[in-house]
Every structure is written in C-alpha cells, then in structure tokens.
C-alpha cells in the first residue's frame, strides 16, 4: 500500500469584519493563540473551547509557529482596534456615574 501525502488548508475562517475565526465556530484566532501563548496545551484549548475541533487548533497553532511575524502583525492590529473602539465607547459613556448608582443602590439595601 503507498502512502500518498494530502495537503490540507488551514481552517481559518474570515469574517464580514475581517476577524479570522476558527472552522465553522465563532472562536477567534486570537483566543486559540492568547491560549496557547499562556500555557495551554492544544487539548486544554479544545477542553475550555468544545465547539473546536482538535485537529483545527493543531492547524492554527501550526500556522502560528511557521508564520509569527505575519500572525503577531495581524493580532497586534486587531488590539490596536480593539482598544480604540473600547477608547470610543468609554469617552461616550460616564461609568463613574453608573458606580456612584450602583454603590447607592447597595447602600439602600443594607
């Protein structure tokens, strides 16, 4: 029997706001790659993510290692928004109004 050798494409996903996601799941790139680079292994991530599949994670992680630059770029970016659009929401929006009602309410419940 010989053995023939089939390339598989990773299973990275692009969606309508240009976040790479994971197969068929809402898991971002990000998140699988965030764990990894804190210590967890391929199954941990499968394990806190069950709608992955294993051998997806395996694919990601494996991009990751053979492409950082182009990863870490890519992430880096998606930070960079993410943080801005959090800077947006917050310069639109008092929370320390929102702490002041909450503590109050506490304080009339005890």
């Known amino acids: 029997m010989e053995f023939s050798i089939a390339t598989k494409t990773v299973p990275f996903v692009n969606d309508s706001e240009g976040i790479i996601r994971i197969g068929d799941t ?3 790139l990000n998140t699988v790659i965030t764990a990894f680079k804190n210590g967890s292994t391929c199954e941990e991530i499968v394990y806190q993510y069950p709608v992955l599949k294993l051998a997806d994670v395996y694919s990601a ?8 630059d182009r990863v870490e770029s ?8 993410a943080e801005s659009i959090k800077e ?5 929006f008092d929370t320390k109004m929102i702490r002041e009602r909450l503590l109050k309410r506490k304080n009339a419940k005890e």
């Not at 992680?61 to 950082?68: F, G, V």
């Not at 947006?88 to 639109?92: D, F, G, T, V």
């Open 88 to 92: 947006n929401i917050q310069s639109h």
């Open 26 to 28: 809402r898991v971002t």
């Open 74 to 81: 890519y992430l880096e970016k998606h930070d960079r928004l």
């Open 61 to 68: 992680i494996s991009y990751y290692l053979n492409d950082q």
